[in-house]
């Protein structure tokens, strides 16, 4: 009974191909989130979604497209895979603005 | 935007030391304040927040306290034990413009020594 769920744990892959990280939460938030941190630890948003309307894009190269089929579901597809695109990529939900948000266990993506 | 500074980077306690790390913070109208603990391999956790209503917050061993006249707030974790090791990050959210986004630290790397 995970809250927040993501799949896959691990992803290494080469540059240049195109890859898909899952998210779903089952704690029925309405607000989802992605966040990417680096290697320094810094934890930085990139993607928000208010039920299935995305309501926050920091600036973030148009090769990361998030999708939110239901408020349930964020998921973050990326194209074109670069080395610099090498992090730990966590998603994360909450009932709304100011509230707490609950994190998954993050996907650590891997770039050769 | 929100601005949120954390210090320190690194603090190295003995077991039943207390703890401190502070946070400053630019956006005035920020109203909630959480603390997040985030062990090896795993997500942030939240640990502890507060709101700007009140001055300080208690749960157990952890407290937060908030000075939003100065616009800092620090958390304190008091009879440290090894379990407490973990990055811990501050975060506070932006008002109007980015609903629900919030600004985190740059994390406080806390050893505990046994």
């Known amino acids: 009974d995970t809250a927040v769920s993501q799949t896959p744990k691990y992803l290494v892959t080469q540059m240049g191909n195109d890859k898909s990280i899952k998210c779903e939460q089952n704690l029925g938030h309405d607000t989802m989130y992605w966040y990417k941190q680096d290697s320094k630890k810094f934890l930085k948003i990139m993607f928000s979604y208010n039920n299935k309307e995305l309501i926050i894009n920091e600036t973030v190269p148009n090769r990361f497209s998030p999708k939110s089929p239901d408020k349930a579901h964020l998921n973050l597809h990326i194209n074109s895979l670069e080395l610099g695109d090498s992090a730990v990529y966590f998603c994360a939900s909450s009932t709304g603005s100011s509230q707490p948000q609950h994190f998954g266990d993050g996907t650590r993506l891997s770039i050769l | 935007g929100e601005n949120v500074e954390q210090h320190p980077s690194t603090l190295s306690v003995q077991e039943g030391d207390s703890a401190v790390i502070k946070c400053t913070y630019s956006?005035?109208?920020?109203?909630?304040f959480p603390w997040y603990k985030q062990e090896l391999g795993k997500g942030p956790q939240l640990i502890i927040d507060?709101?700007?209503?009140?001055g300080e917050k208690k749960d157990q061993r952890i407290a937060v306290t908030l000075n939003k006249t100065a616009k800092h707030f620090s958390l304190h974790i008091t009879e440290t034990q090894p379990e407490d090791s973990a990055v811990y990050f501050c975060a506070a959210p932006s008002i109007g413009t980015s609903y629900g986004k919030l600004t985190f630290g740059q994390g406080t790397i806390l050893t505990v020594h046994p």
């Open positions: 507060i709101r700007s209503n009140v």
């Open positions: 956006d005035s109208a920020s109203n909630y």
